[in-house]
C-alpha cells in the first residue's frame, strides 16, 4: 500500500461515506477470498478497494490480517492503528482498539 494511502493519507481527501459504502460489497469479497485462503486475490482486490476508499474498514482488516501473516510488523501495525482510528460503532472500535493493542504486546511493547 502506498504511503499516499496510508502514512501520509490526507484524510480531507477522502471520500464520503456513502460513496465508500459503495465499495462494501467488494469489501466483503475481499473477505470472502481471505476466509477461501485465497490470499494473493484477496490482497489484490483490497488494495483496488483502498486505492479508491482508503478507510473501508473490511478491507483494510483483510489488508491487516495479510500482512500480519507475512510477518510485516510495521505494515501491520499501520493497518492496525488504521483501523482503530476509523468511526464506528463501540464494539467495532474496541475490537479494532484490542487488534491494535495484541499486535503492540505481542511484540513485547
Do not use: W
Amino acid at each position: 500500500m502506498r504511503a499516499i494511502h496510508c502514512c501520509s493519507l490526507d484524510e480531507t481527501l477522502l471520500p464520503d461515506e456513502a460513496a465508500a459504502a459503495l465499495l462494501e460489497p467488494q469489501g466483503v469479497e475481499a473477505t470472502k477470498l481471505f476466509n477461501d485462503k485465497k490470499h494473493g486475490e484477496a490482497e489484490a482486490l483490497a488494495l483496488k478497494v483502498l486505492a479508491l476508499a482508503p478507510q473501508q474498514r473490511l478491507s483494510l482488516r483483510v489488508l491487516y490480517e495479510i500482512r500480519k501473516a507475512q510477518n510485516r510488523k510495521p505494515a501491520a501495525e499501520a493497518l492496525a492503528r488504521r483501523l482503530a482510528k476509523l468511526p464506528g460503532n463501540g464494539g467495532v472500535v474496541a475490537a479494532a482498539n484490542l487488534q491494535l493493542a495484541q499486535l503492540m504486546i505481542g511484540d513485547g511493547r
